[in-house]
């Protein structure tokens, strides 16, 4: 998956976010608790997980997302950026102030190794 560079380069904190609704449209609101956060040499991992999953063909579905991120650069300022993944129809959704419009929607292949670690990263940081 591709992030966007300057922003992830600067991303200091990643919340992990179990989305409960939404986001209804792109853009809008990922509606749930934030679970847990990664700071550190945690959110190299991630990031370079994220990098490391590669495409994949559409798969028919009602995007429905369960988990997504939060990028920061500084917890106490808005996300550079946002990301929600739907491992239903492999379809994940970027945005946020950083985020240019090509890579605001984007195709993973949910049954990649890094896909799969990154979903199990997610569930590990919080509720089912």
Do not use: N
């Not at 994949?56 to 946002?82: M, N």
């Not at 799969?116 to 590990?124: E, I």
């Amino acid at each position: 998956m591709l992030l966007p560079a300057e922003a992830a380069a600067t991303t200091t904190r990643i919340d992990v976010v179990r989305i409960t609704a939404g986001p209804e449209h792109h853009g809008g609101p990922m509606i749930g608790p934030v679970v847990g956060h990664w700071e550190g040499p945690a959110v190299a991992e991630i990031l370079t997980t994220v990098r490391k999953i590669p495409t994949a063909d559409l798969t028919l579905c009602v995007f429905a997302p369960g988990w997504g991120l939060r990028a920061y650069a500084d917890p106490a300022e808005p996300p550079l950026y946002e990301a929600a993944f739907c491992y239903g129809c492999d379809m994940a959704w970027l945005w946020g102030p950083r985020v240019p419009e090509p890579l605001h929607r984007q195709t993973f292949a949910a049954d990649s190794p890094h896909a799969l670690f990154l979903r199990m990263r997610m569930r590990a940081a919080g509720p089912q």
